[in-house]
């Protein structure tokens, strides 16, 4: 079966791309950024799911329901997983045991599909989204399930299971909310007032930022640093950020705790591990010496339990940190769309464009490629031309914006606008590169409702008193941040240092160069010091080698980091997956996913450098044609397919909000 076949089409729709090629997709408006706190960041930060603005909740679940506990006991929720809260110390390195500040980590498992007691049973696999700041829990909720058929061995269904079969796994898949972040309490704010934060935003996005006009300049500048300073202020006085009346919870959310809080997560896992297998085996009856494998197998190593984990974005931060500082714990860990760690620990934020405008090339190509019939922006002239009208639209609005009106609201569409939606489009251009190509053809024939219909998503007609509010729980990442980071953008204390540091973005990517330099300017003026920060060095013999994995071309985390991660811990290697977007989920390959999830199961590791091909190309491009397709590699496909059409969502909607 061609991937064509497998991939459907739909009618166009305000927001849509005419010729996206995709399925209905599952609900994902309740995972959407909506606030204050990651719109001063391009998409998330570098994250690659975007994290929810609120709690997650349901109908019938609260997560306060649950009582935090120092062992891991899980409840049922969201119709299929289990939800606990870890109680931890919110300091590691204090000593004073029972009496110390605590922090309550939400975490969210989908469980294996086959009993811990199985055999076939290969543990359990820890997620982190990217951010800093993403939500673990709402990342789980929307791609649990997806995850575990890319990593499972193929599931038929209950009554097809056979006797176990060495090569067989079936893994709990579970990720978490990081100190500060959404449900984890305490959680961090920044703006607790809703108004206050949605007017922040509104005037954000009106003043956008073309740092070659000098009063924007000076107007990102200053708010960058009001930014920061309110954000430091507000957090030694906010009821939700005060930690036993005084301390400051921006101080315990660094990587180093998250780190440490893994370790935790690990450790209980096994506590639960060899309690849950004795109590299945009291339910049954089976020989003896059956029942000293299985407990042999599910015995708790204390103090000796291993991660398996795969982290997307910052969560390669996560884990280079943790391979690092655990590096004897380290049995599988994949590092999928790398940032280059000691950049990052440095504050420096200059390791991640350089491969951004190769992808504006790389539409061009596949545009031309795609033919009249798929691509709106297509030129018979050749990808040349089609790049050159594409420009000429944004010189074009750069110095007239285009005028709109959708459903009565009438709306400014800027050359800012335009920059940040066809960045948030490079991250996952599977989908996104039809949508840019409908943006720019409608735009270049003067008609910006197309526009207008998305930014009007992001208008808000009711406004919840502030007492009914949700709190700010997606400023997290800015304290994370720029506490991981040293010594605090000292580089950035005056206007002068601030050009120059535009410039050399500038040198990088023309197009997204300025807004990128918005990233670390708050922390320039956010005082707050971490208790516990990690200052390298990053590297280590690991137990198991790493797979570091990327794209050919990624918007922010380009190749080169995948291989230099690769010197710093000896023995593991680089993968690349041969398409465009960040990490390899954007643009997925079969070959590649199969080839993680040997790994998974077996440790067996590619050769470095190994490249994989995609089935699917942007604009429906179907790659691998005359394929023949087994059963197992379609279902790989339709899986890794419906997690990269759920991040373009995602981002797009994240665009959507964030300029409204």
Known sequence: MAVKELLKSHTSEPGRPSHAYRRPVFLIVAAILVTFGMQWIWPAHISIYIPTSSTTHSKSFLWEDISPSTSLEYHPCFNGFQCARLEVPLNWNETIDGESDKAAIAIIKKPARVEITDPRYGGVILFNPGGPGGSGVSFLLHVGPNLQTLLDSPFLSETELHPSQENEKYFDVLSWDPRGVNNTTPSHGCIEDPVARSTWTAQDAAIGFSLDDDEVFRNVWSRGRLLGRTCANVDAQSTQNRVNGHEQLAQYVSTANVVRDMVEIIERHGEWREKEARALLSRSCQDEEKVDKVLARSAWRKGEEPLQYWGFSYGTVIGQTFASMQPHRVQRMVVDGVVDAEDYARNGWLKNLQDVDKITSAFATTCFDAGSSRCDLYDQAGPDAIFERFNEVLENIKSDPVPALYNGVPSIVTHSDVILYIFANWYAPLFGFPAVANAMHQLSNGNGTYFAALKSQSISHTCDLPSKAEKDTSSAGLAILCTDGGPHSSDLRTQDQYHAYVDALRSQSSLFGEGWSRVRLPCASFDVRAKWRFEGPFGAQTAHPIIFASQSLDPVTPLANAFLGTQLFPGS??????????????????????????????????????????????????????????REEREVLEASRSVAEMFYDMVKTNWEHGNG
């Open 573 to 630: 290697v680089a993968i690349e997956t041969l398409g465009q977007g960040h990490c390899t989920l954007a643009m997925p390959s079969v070959e590649g996913m199969l080839a993680l999830r040997t790994y998974f199961h077996t440790g067996e590791v590619p050769e470095n450098g190994t490249k994989y091909d995609v089935a699917v190309g942007p604009f429906g491009g179907d790659r691998q044609e005359d394929r023949k397709w087994t």
